[in-house]
């Protein structure tokens, strides 16, 4: 596959952005970012972005409030096309990204979820997972489907869940994880050693 051309979609903090920009710098993954977007105007992701002279905007997504469609949709996959990305990143966005998306950027779409899905889907899985009584919890990596939190998984880590945990205690450590996971999953697409079959990702299992 070689050099991936990426474009990050984000919410808040862009640590998972970060952690590909650092991968990227010390050598560790063929990437470039072509572009950042946020839906939150004054998002750290966008300034994290301008710290590193990477071309960002802020995406209005107005009238809808948890998915990305409509006209916001599709400015969202011309400026991509237009900055050449061939690999989304969904680093923290907190939209639902839907088919039309998906389908012009098909098996290119990723997203990292804090819980070792299919367990916890959906918002503040290291909470729902502390409140379960987890020993373990972790990260997933895995292409986006028009479900939520359901694609194929490519890099699953986990951490465990220590007795005198809180939601940010555990969140931290999910997160220490997520930052390698993300350039782990970003490696094992631009090598182009993987086969999707079915739910499952094989890893060099290209013939
Ligand atoms: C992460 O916990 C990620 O797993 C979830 O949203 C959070 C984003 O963090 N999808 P950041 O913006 O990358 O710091």
Known sequence: MGKLKIGVLGSGAGSNMQSIVDAIDRGELDAEIKLVLADVPGA????????????????DCAPYRTKLEGPAED?????????????VVLAGFMRIVKPKLLAAFPDRVLNIHPA???????????TQA???????????????????????IIVQKCVPVLEDDTPETLHAR??????????????????????????????????
């Open 75 to 87: 400015r969202c996959i011309e400026m991509l096309k237009a900055a050449g990305v061939d690999t």
């Open 130 to 152: 502390l409140d379960y009584g987890c020993k373990v919890a972790g990260v997933t990596v895995h292409f986006v489907d028009a479900g939520t939190d359901s694609g194929p």
């Open 174 to 207: 999910i997160q220490v994880e997520e930052h390698k996971a993300f350039p782990e999953a970003l490696r094992i697409l631009s090598s182009g050693n993987y086969r999707i079959e079915g739910r499952r990702v094989r890893i060099g299992q290209v013939s």
């Open 44 to 59: 750290k992701i966008l300034e994290r972005a301008r710290n590193h002279a990477l071309p960002h905007a802020y995406l």
């Open 116 to 126: 070792l899905l299919p367990a916890f889907p959906g918002v503040h899985s290291w």
